[in-house]
Nanobody, 132 residues
Framework: QVTPVESGGGSVQSGGSLKLSCVIR??????????VGWFRQAPGKGREGVAV???????TYADSVKGRFTISRDNAEDTLFLQMTGLVPEDTGVYYC????????????????????????WGQGTQVTVSP
């Protein structure tokens, strides 16, 4: 059972930047199909998909973060990244990474929705706090 490990969270002021990392040991370096991504949960709210990337490099973002966040990965190091810029208080929350060995495709589902439903590995989360 793979357990992703996130890091890089912290507290920043509005307009600041943070880069999150998630090590998913043995997941990407072994090759094959995968779908990995980031989710977040703000206090008192439900979990929200942020960004996802597939093994072929295809990336998808939530509308709320497009143009500000960039997802990337280092296959050799089994590490997923989320570069966050132009942070606003609404970005505050616990950020989780998730991984799945399938293609994150489902009838009527977006890629983020499919990953959330099908993920077979979730990290413990890292806190991001953005102050005004």
């Amino acid at each position: 059972q793979v357990t992703p490990v996130e890091s890089g969270g912290g507290s920043v002021q509005s307009g600041g930047s943070l880069k999150l990392s998630c090590v998913i040991r043995g997941y990407m370096s072994s090759g094959g199909t995968y779908c990995v991504g980031w989710f977040r949960q703000a206090p008192g709210k439900g979990r929200e998909g942020v960004a996802v990337i597939k093994n072929d490099g295809t990336a998808t973002y939530a509308d709320s973060v497009k143009g500000r966040f960039t997802i990337s990965r280092d296959n050799a190091e089994d590490t997923l990244f989320l570069q966050m810029t132009g942070l606003v208080p609404e970005d505050t929350g616990v950020y989780y990474c998730a991984a799945d060995r399938k293609r994150c495709v489902g009838s009527g589902l977006t890629t983020l929705q499919a990953l959330e439903i099908m993920a077979d590995a979730w990290g413990q989360g890292t806190q991001v706090t953005v102050s005004p």
